[in-house]
T-cell receptor
Framework: DAGVIQSPRHEVTEMGQEVTLRCKPI?????LFWYRQTMMRGLELLIY????????DSGMPEDRFSAKMPNASFSTLKIQPSEPRDSAVYFC????????????FGDGTRLSIL | AQSVTQLGSHVSVSEGALVLLRCNYS??????LFWYVQYPNQGLQLLLK??????LVKGINGFEAEFKKSETSFHLTKPSAHMSDAAEYFC??????????????FGKGTKLSVKP
């Protein structure tokens, strides 16, 4: 079975540019999560969706960050404009709904903002 | 507030030695608990989960964890470490408020090193 698919795996861009990260969740999963991982802050939940609807975006650091889920099989996380402090690994995860359900993670996008 | 505490950000063991990674949780309701492993340049991978069926849970790669309600602990163990076990390990608890959405609260992780 295909897991969570993220693209690109690596992104290097200059400060001020728009960055778009993409995620395809596991088919049939109805919850989707975006995380950011850095050495300093560890794993942070940015936003999550249930049935394509954003439920909690309180982890989104600033208005420069936005996320969408136009359908059950696709989500994007956009940073505009990007800044060097946004450099991190961004993970997408999906799960079935329910508190006993594990999350399944993609391999992440390693983002470097110069 | 619900939380997960992993004691020790770094643990080092010799190959063949016992692995013990500690996790304590706080939860106002019976929790669901998870252990994940992260290898370099990869995402988190589920090792095992506790969902109240049995207190001793066996996972992949020879790992197991025991749920102890009286100690609010869910420590991860493996009898004999292998070089390939070197990775970062995360304990997580289902968020009792938002858990129905699948939301988890993660610990800060423990990096395991295995010496030859």
């Amino acid at each position: 079975d295909a897991g969570v698919i993220q693209s690109p795996r690596h992104e290097v861009t200059e400060m001020g540019q728009e960055v778009t990260l993409r995620c395809k969740p596991i088919s049939g999963h109805n919850s989707l999560f975006w995380y950011r991982q850095t050495m300093m802050r560890g794993l942070e939940l940015l936003i999550y969706f249930n049935n394509n609807v954003p439920i909690d975006d309180s982890g989104m650091p600033e208005d420069r960050f936005s996320a969408k889920m136009p359908n059950a099989s696709f989500s994007t996380l956009k940073i505009q404009p990007s800044e060097p402090r946004d450099s991190a690994v961004y993970f997408c995860a999906s799960s079935l709904r329910g508190s006993n359900q594990p999350q399944h993670f993609g391999d992440g996008t390693r983002l470097s903002i110069l | 507030a619900q939380s997960v505490t992993q004691l020790g950000s770094h643990v080092s063991v010799s190959e063949g030695a016992l692995v013990l990674l500690r996790c304590n949780y706080s939860s106002s309701v019976p929790p669901y608990l998870f252990w994940y492993v992260q290898y370099p340049n990869q995402g988190l991978q589920l090792l095992l989960k506790y969902t109240s069926a049995a207190t001793l849970v066996k996972g992949i790669n020879g790992f197991e964890a025991e749920f102890k309600k009286s100690e609010t602990s869910f420590h991860l163990t493996k009898p004999s470490a292998h070089m390939s076990d070197a990775a970062e390990y995360f304990c997580a608890v289902s968020d009792p408020v938002r858990g129905s959405q699948g939301n988890l609260i993660f610990g800060k992780g423990t990096k395991l090193s295995v010496k030859p």
